[in-house]
């Protein structure tokens, strides 16, 4: 699941500028019996089964224990849960502080509460909807956090203004040609007037917020 998302674009390029490495792991590398067993029905009874906590120990202390020998210990453990703190730009901003982090995905009913309780440090949801598996919410909490590392983007000045970043959407953006289909580009934009181009963009941030997410400007004043 995670070849294409990780190895193409933007991403491959941070990967090979060495901004980001990542490194995938089987859960079921960290079982002990003849069928790699990761799962089993939940006690009390009830639908699905649920991800049991020993391999998943494993397979985080094995991690850690690694990381240790090369004297890094400051490593937060992330788990991809719907119940947990919703992604925002600001949260990824936060985890750029670290230089490793360790992610689980849960599959099924999710993962034995006593990950949650004795392993995790951080649960992260990337919506109020609930996905089959873990790892395209860990792919989202990714992507996020390492556009925003120095070297990821050609252009560091993009993530100035960017929607959610200020707690106002950005402002429409055009391209050549000047006029398309009888659509003009806004005049402003091809005066040259940077000026008058940072107060239209700066204004039509606001209405596009206002219209589009008065939560935001509520959160804001
Ligand atoms: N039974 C769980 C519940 O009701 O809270 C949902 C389990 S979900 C089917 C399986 C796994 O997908 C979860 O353990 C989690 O890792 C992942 N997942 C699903 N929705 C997610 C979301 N919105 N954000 C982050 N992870 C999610």
């Known amino acids: 699941m995670f070849n294409g998302p990780f190895n193409c674009g933007l991403f ?7 901004v980001v490495k990542v490194d995938v792991r089987n859960i079921r590398d960290y079982t002990h019996d003849k069928h790699h067993t990761t799962d ?3 006690y009390g009874g009830g639908a699905g089964m649920v991800m ?7 397979a985080v202390e094995t991690i850690k224990a690694e990381l240790a020998q090369k004297e ?3 490593v937060p453990v992330i788990l991809m849960t719907p119940q947990g703190q919703l992604l925002t730009q600001a949260i990824a901003q936060e985890f750029t502080q ?3 982090m360790i992610i689980i995905c849960g599959q099924y009913e999710g993962v034995d509460e006593r990950v949650r309780e004795h392993l995790v440090t951080h649960e992260i949801s990337i919506g109020d909807y609930v996905l089959s598996g873990g790892e ?3 792919m989202v909490v990714v992507n996020t956090i390492v556009r925003l590392l120095p070297g990821f983007l050609g252009s560091p000045e993009s993530l ?3 929607s959610h970043t200020d707690g106002l959407l950005e402002y429409p953006q055009y391209t050549r040609p000047p006029e398309f289909r009888n659509w003009a580009v806004p005049e402003v934009l091809l005066s040259g007037n940077h000026a008058q181009i940072a107060k239209w963009r700066k204004n039509q941030s606001i209405i596009r917020t206002t ?5 935001m400007i509520e959160r804001e004043s």
């Open 136 to 138: 395209l919410a860990a």
């Open 211 to 215: 219209q589009r997410r008065p939560d």
């Open 98 to 100: 670290y230089n490793n």
């Open 40 to 42: 089993d029905a939940p």
């Open 52 to 58: 049991k906590p020993e391999p998943i120990f494993e």
């Open 72 to 74: 890094i210990t400051d």
């Open 160 to 162: 100035i203004s960017e």
């Open 12 to 18: 491959q390029k941070a990967v090979d500028k060495g």
